[in-house]
């Protein structure tokens, strides 16, 4: 096949004026970024035109796409980079001309600067033009972390498409939009700690977090999405940059102790509006622990071992201010590490079998937690009026746990919750109002009598002492709302 012809051979005495636009934006005296040459750029050696690919960390994470063409460097933001996938177009918006010089620009841009932000080099190489035309630009690309065929085509104004044309690499596998997450099993530490690796249980909310071209989508394990609950997350993003990753964790938040606290956390849970979670991102900050990678780079790891994923879990250096990855301690006895859970003010510990693949969606014993306290997710199924002080407002919880015969009554709650804890539960259960008892088991008299039944919706979690030989929650104390759960998942615990 015969070779384009090389676009260089366009170039004009008259190319620097299509840096007119480019020089406008920027000051040569506050910014380092090269204001290109005021003389005809010179070829260089390659008998190809190049490219470039920049990663702009600026008030959006994206990536810069320039290509060679008459003396200037073409250029598109790409907000969530080069496609790898055939089947996904990205997003490719027309920027000014950048200057050839700026091919071998990384660096800060001031802050206040147009563009302001960190510019790194991501790729680059030589390309091949296929065509070139207003409509259409198609071109074969030579780089170090990218080749193959793109196109870019418009859309409108200055948004274009840019489309892989090429099939994808080799063992190319592309992100799913959804993994269910591997359940654990209450229960025992193992009796031999041979194969068996030990994580602290963080008493926070399980988040699955998809990572893709820079940007976040967190979900909770019945598929609420976390993104806007929780901004904190987009620090992941930043952090990983080009790299695709599906990653299972917790989210956490501390008490005054400065310990892990569900009831803490809680408070973030409900949200919406924008202005309270800004506030409470202050004030109540949360973090990501990540403890397992599911999905990296355009490759599965759901059947590798749980020890081979925790290796490359690590090797992404999770570790910032709003995420991190805790240990997985493989050279400790598991009744050791318990007891260093419970001397910090821990929920327990979870032991994982380092041998076993990730199982979306079971609960097949290779995860089990132990915890130092004992701990109930329950629905709740009604509630009483307040008396005294809190007249008017909510007395106690009426509680159920789903079993085959339907919502069995395991007692009430009336300890536990803050006053604004009270507000927020009556807002949620005033829509939920039925007339009848939604429990199959009978209540007692003065529960049935003071009662406000509702339509088995909300989960909540209570700390208790014990369950009576009737099948009665002793002592429970409120801990918060579960709304990462569905009534239907509740289970006894042992």
């Known amino acids: 096949m015969t070779r384009p012809t090389d676009p260089r051979a366009t170039r004009s005495p008259s190319a620097p004026s299509r840096l007119t636009a480019y020089r406008a934006k920027r000051d040569p005296k506050k910014t380092p970024e090269p204001m290109g040459k005021t003389k005809k750029a010179r070829a260089q050696q390659s008998p190809l035109p190049t490219f470039v690919v920049q990663e702009h960390h600026a008030r959006a994470l994206h990536w810069d796409f320039r290509l060679e063409r008459g003396g200037v460097l073409v250029s598109w933001a790409l907000p969530k980079g080069l496609p790898v996938d055939p089947g996904t177009n990205h997003l490719a918006i027309h920027v000014e001309d950048h200057p050839l010089n700026y091919g071998t620009f990384e660096g800060d841009i001031p802050k206040g600067e147009y563009g ?22 198609k071109v074969v690309l030579h780089g170090q972390r990218v080749s193959g065929r793109y196109v870019l085509f418009p859309t409108g ?53 998809y990572v893709d071209g820079g940007r976040v989508r967190a979900l909770t394990r019945n598929d609420k999405s976390l993104s806007t609950t929780f901004p904190e997350l987009r620090d992941i993003g930043l952090h990983l940059g080009s790299r695709s990753a599906i990653l299972d964790g917790e989210i956490v938040a501390l ?14 849970l409900h949200l919406t509006s924008k202005t309270a979670i800004e506030k409470l991102t202050r004030t109540t900050p949360a973090s990501f622990f990540a403890f397992d990678l599911l999905y990296l780079e355009g490759r599965s790891l759901l059947n590798l071992p749980y020890a081979e994923r925790r290796e490359q879990l690590e090797s992404l ?43 979306p969606g079971l609960r097949n014993g290779d995860w089990v937690k132990v915890k130092n306290f004992h701990a109930q997710e329950v629905v709740i199924g009604g509630w009483t009026q307040g008396k005294g002080e809190r007249t008017g407002s909510l007395g106690a919880l009426l509680l159920g746990i789903p079993t085959s015969d339907g919502l069995a009554y395991v007692g009430k709650v009336g300890t536990g919750f803050s006053a604004s804890a009270r507000e927020k539960l009556l807002q949620l259960l005033t829509p939920l109002a039925r007339k009848t008892s939604p429990f199959s088991t009978p209540l007692g008299h003065a529960e049935t009598t003071l009662a406000h039944f509702v339509r088995p919706r909300l989960v909540g979690e209570v700390k208790y002492a014990e369950w009576t030989p009737d099948g009665i929650l002793r002592q429970p104390s409120w801990r918060g709302l579960r709304l990462d759960k569905a009534a239907g998942g509740v289970v006894r615990e042992p």
């Open 157 to 209: 104004a200055d948004k274009w498409m840019i489309h892989r044309m090429s099939p994808p690499p080799e063992s190319f596998e592309p992100m799913p939009d959804h993994v269910q997450p591997m359940l654990v099993l209450a229960g025992e530490l193992p009796t031999s700690d041979k194969g068996w690796a030990y994580e602290f249980k963080w008493d926070g909310v399980r988040a699955m977090v």
């Open 255 to 268: 008490d005054t102790n400065n310990h892990p606290s569900f009831s803490t956390l809680s408070r973030r």
């Open 317 to 359: 250096k999770l570790d910032g201010d709003t995420f991190a990855t805790p240990p997985s301690i493989t050279n400790t006895r598991g009744a050791e590490v318990l007891k260093i859970a419970e001397e910090r003010g821990l929920e327990g510990v979870v032991a994982k079998r380092r041998r076993s693949p990730y199982s």
């Open 116 to 137: 302001a932000g960190h510019v790194t080099i991501w790729d680059h190489g030589t390309y091949d033009t296929e065509k070139w035309r207003s409509s259409e630009i």
